[in-house]
């Protein structure tokens, strides 16, 4: 069998394989679209209150939530903004180093354009994969802070006659924070901050593992210093919590496996460590010159991408 036979039924091959999934943006819009929509709407109800949160009763006079409040080392907008946009630029300066060098820059430019928005895909499904359930969780466990006198201050002065009762029913009276607080003052469990900090430091930690350190790279500390960088990231969001009398530790503990839950299940359920090949064309060995290395490399496109 000559070349151009081969190269027709590997050609026939590829357009069996893909020929089921010849249409899949009308499925993505008719049924993925609505439905994470409808997530993320009723994520934000659940944060924002409109949704009512179950509240759990507490001890007059608890020490555990007595705590001062101390506002946030590292603020929500903070983090979500952080947790959007740093994943975008690491995916698109990494991917760039992986196109081929002889490409024209419009087609480099493409490819790596639809590589950092498949990944950014993938990432960002696992990202309100983690969200959902921990606002699932914050309201039915409906958890006090520890700072929740501070912020709520519970009408239950008559109630609390020796010190020690046990109250299930009570409204927030505090003048000193809005209403979003004094809701949130009984959503302590499990952290939030923690679970998106692991998730987006640890994913954009395994990816750089996967996509560009190796051992003859010309620098062998760039990669690991940026890998430390985002798991640092990742503790200071979660252990900022404590020190900022916002959860207690079995918060943050709960809220830190759930981040590496979900990272896991969208690195390896998702896209399968970012470890298959793009293309039958893809399994040839480029030459890269970049800032970090210089050799040759087999193209180990994510199974996103395809």
């Known amino acids: 069998m000559d070349s151009a036979e081969t190269h027709n039924l590997r050609r026939d091959l590829e357009s069996q394989q893909t020929s089921p999934s010849r249409n899949p943006w009308k499925w993505r819009l008719l049924c993925d679209a609505p439905l994470l929509i409808i997530i993320i709407l009723l994520t934000g109800l659940f944060e924002l209150g409109v949704i009512p949160s179950y509240k759990v009763g507490f001890y007059c006079n608890d020490p555990k939530l007595s705590f001062p409040f101390k506002g946030d080392t590292v603020s929500m907008t903070a983090l979500i903004v952080g947790a ?7 995916f698109w300066l990494t991917e760039l180093f992986h196109v081929d060098s002889s490409s024209s820059v419009r087609e480099k430019l493409l490819q790596v354009t639809q590589r950092t928005g498949q990944l950014n895909m993938i990432y960002l499904y696992g990202l309100i994969f983690n969200l959902s359930l921990v606002e699932v969780m914050k ?7 520890p700072n929740f006198f501070a912020v709520c201050q519970p009408d239950t002065n008559k109630a609390c006659q020796n010190g020690t009762e046990y109250i299930t ?3 927030c009276t505090s003048t000193n924070f809005s209403m979003y607080y004094k809701n949130d003052s009984f959503r302590s469990f499990p952290s939030g901050h ?9 994913f954009l930690t395994w990816y750089l593992q996967k996509r560009v350190f190796k051992w003859r ?3 062998v500390v760039f990669i690991p210093f940026l890998q430390m960088t985002f798991m640092s990231l990742a503790a200071v969001c979660a252990l900022t919590r404590i020190t900022d009398n916002r959860h207690h530790w079995w918060d943050v503990l709960v809220g830190v496996l759930i981040g590496f839950a979900t990272v896991y299940y969208a690195v390896k359920v998702l896209c399968n460590e970012f470890s298959d090949i793009q293309s039958i064309a893809s399994e040839e060995n480029q030459t890269e010159k970049t800032p970090i290395f210089n050799h040759r490399r087999e193209d180990t496109s994510p199974a996103c991408y395809r």
Not at 84 to 90: C, E, F, K, M, S
Not at 194 to 202: D, E, H, P, T
Request: charged share 10%; aromatic share 14%; no cysteine.
């Open 84 to 90: 959007a946009l740093i994943p975008i630029g690491v």
């Open 139 to 145: 309201g039915i466990t409906g958890s006090p802070r």
């Open 169 to 171: 029913s009570f409204e």
């Open 194 to 202: 923690a679970s998106i900090g692991v998730y987006w430091g640890f």
């Open 217 to 219: 790279n010309r620098s």
